[in-house]
């Protein structure tokens, strides 16, 4: 694993440790605050130089020219049509800015980040030597995390997720109770030292990323491994509720996110899925959603599944992204091993969008005719 050394009890899936013998009681440590989660899947971009916060905030999504040392967010980078491209969380000391990216996506972000630099005092640089790791906030494992991390300009980084609430300038499409609310999730970056140090300390407890990936997808948190496509618009899984400044300046991407939110609809939309658990099947990423007719002569296959786990309490779930079209009764997912009946749970509701309050002109042809002189003699 990048940064972590090798961990007692670990069982690998590649270089990620999906668990340590239990998953469901590491769920449980995990999101009590008692345990930390090895990210092997995370990889650090440091930014420095004293244009680092303006130039960052015109080429994303997020207003981060005002960051303070110590705040988190995280951005959006979009492409011309303002489909997701690249997510990184973020946070600042006071002297560079810290991207943390799913390892995938790191290399390429990177490289974007270097080809938008031009003048400006900025220098990006991939830190892979840097270990990430995360845990729950009001623990055990905040404070061992305070602690170790890395902190070369005094303030501990370590970046608080965003999701429990709606940030300044997003928006949020889901209505009523919105579980991400109790999601207090913290990340982590360690040096070299620091993951030794923790790796080597038996009173560590650690949870695997199937513990991890279980509590983010019943919060509803999507993800750029995970829920982001070829076609992902951020409006189609609500990461404009804290990825996206609304009222910003321009940046890549921001007129079609501003047509799609004032005056249209995305076309897509993520549900959450309570699967059958009587057989056992967890879907695998991309398994086709179906919509039955009523009468069970027709079939119509409507999204795919971008995330499935096993939670400790709400057993087998699962995040889909579906047309906008698609029924908002129950589904069905299409395994190897059978048909999966699904009870969806809308997120993104189908008339999401269209939020500017344009006033209808009257067509020509339905105006009133003018009164004729004529009739006042």
Same mark, same amino acid.
């Given at each position: 694993?990048?940064?972590?050394?090798?961990?007692?009890?670990?069982?690998?899936?590649?270089?990620?440790?999906?668990?340590?013998?239990?998953?469901?009681?590491?769920?449980?440590?995990?999101?009590?605050?008692?345990?930390?989660?090895?990210?092997?899947d995370r990889t650090v971009i440091e930014l420095t130089g004293?244009?680092?916060?303006?130039?960052?905030?015109?080429?994303?999504?997020?207003?981060?020219?005002?960051?303070?040392?110590?705040?988190?967010?995280?951005?959006?980078?979009?492409? +011309?049509?303002?489909?997701?491209?690249?997510?990184?969380? #973020?946070? %600042?000391?006071? *002297?560079?800015?810290? /991207?943390? !990216? =799913? $390892?995938?996506?790191?290399?390429?972000?990177?490289?974007?980040?270097?080809?938008?630099?031009?003048?400006?005092?900025?220098?990006?640089?991939?830190?892979?030597?840097?270990?990430?790791?995360?845990?729950?906030?009001?623990?055990?494992?905040?404070?061992?995390?305070?602690?170790?991390?890395?902190?070369?300009?005094?303030?501990?980084?370590?970046?608080?997720?965003?999701?429990?609430?709606?940030?300044?300038?997003?928006?949020?499409?889901?209505?009523?109770?919105? +579980?991400?609310?109790?999601?207090?999730?913290?990340?982590? #970056?360690? %040096?070299?030292? *620091?993951?030794?140090? /923790?790796? !080597? =300390? $038996?009173?560590?407890?650690?949870?695997?990323?199937?513990?991890?990936?279980?509590?983010?997808?019943?919060?509803?948190?999507?993800?750029?491994?995970?829920?982001?496509?070829?076609?992902?618009?951020?409006?189609?899984?609500?990461?404009?509720?804290?990825?996206?400044?609304?009222?910003?300046?321009?940046?890549?991407?921001?007129?079609?996110?501003?047509?799609?939110?004032?005056?249209?609809?995305?076309?897509?939309?993520?549900?959450?899925?309570?699967?059958?658990?009587?057989?056992?099947?967890?879907?695998?990423?991309?398994?086709?959603?179906?919509?039955?007719?009523?009468?069970?002569?027709?079939? =119509?296959?409507?999204?795919?599944?971008?995330?499935?786990?096993?939670?400790?309490?709400?057993?087998?779930?699962?995040?889909?992204?579906l047309s906008r079209r698609a029924p908002v009764g129950d589904?069905?997912?299409?395994?190897?091993?059978?048909?999966?009946?699904?009870?969806?749970?809308?997120?993104?509701?189908?008339?999401?969008?269209?939020?500017?309050?344009?006033?209808?002109?009257?067509?020509?042809?339905?105006?009133?005719?003018?009164?004729?002189?004529?009739?006042?003699?």
């Amino acid at each position: 694993m990048t940064g972590f050394p090798p961990l007692p009890g670990a069982i690998l899936d590649g270089d990620v440790v999906a668990h340590f013998g239990d998953p469901v009681r590491e769920q449980r440590g995990l999101e009590g605050g008692d345990a930390l989660a090895p990210l092997a899947d995370r990889t650090v971009i440091e930014l420095t130089g004293s244009d680092r916060l303006t130039w960052l905030d015109s080429i994303t999504s997020q207003s981060v020219a005002r960051l303070r040392a110590g705040d988190s967010t995280e951005l959006l980078v979009l492409d +011309p049509q303002g489909r997701v491209e690249h997510v990184a969380a #973020v946070f %600042d000391d006071g *002297a560079s800015t810290w /991207l943390i !990216a =799913d $390892a995938a996506d790191a290399e390429p972000l990177a490289a974007w980040l270097k080809r938008m630099v031009f003048r400006a005092d900025v220098t990006v640089a991939v830190r892979p030597e840097l270990a990430v790791a995360g845990f729950f906030a009001g623990g055990a494992a905040e404070q061992r995390a305070e602690r170790a991390a890395h902190a070369p300009q005094g303030v501990p980084v370590v970046w608080t997720d965003p999701w429990p609430a709606v940030q300044p300038g997003g928006h949020q499409y889901h209505e009523g109770e919105h +579980p991400g609310t109790d999601y207090h999730w913290r990340t982590v #970056v360690l %040096d070299a030292d *620091a993951a030794a140090a /923790l790796a !080597a =300390d $038996a009173s560590v407890v650690w949870a695997g990323a199937l513990a991890a990936e279980a509590l983010r997808i019943a919060a509803w948190r999507p993800r750029w491994a995970a829920e982001v496509d070829e076609r992902s618009l951020p409006h189609e899984t609500d990461w404009i509720r804290t990825a996206v400044h609304l009222n910003k300046g321009c940046y890549r991407g921001q007129e079609t996110v501003a047509k799609v939110h004032n005056l249209g609809h995305p076309p897509r939309r993520i549900v959450a899925l309570h699967l059958d658990g009587s057989e056992s099947v967890l879907p695998a990423s991309g398994a086709a959603v179906v919509a039955r007719s009523a009468d069970g002569t027709a079939e =119509d296959e409507v999204g795919h599944i971008t995330s499935a786990a096993r939670h400790h309490e709400l057993g087998p779930i699962a995040l889909a992204i579906l047309s906008r079209r698609a029924p908002v009764g129950d589904l069905v997912v299409r395994t190897p091993d059978g048909d999966v009946a699904a009870a969806q749970e809308i997120i993104v509701p189908a008339d999401a969008g269209a939020t500017a309050d344009v006033p209808r002109l009257t067509r020509l042809s339905r105006r009133p005719s003018a009164p004729d002189p004529r009739d006042a003699l």
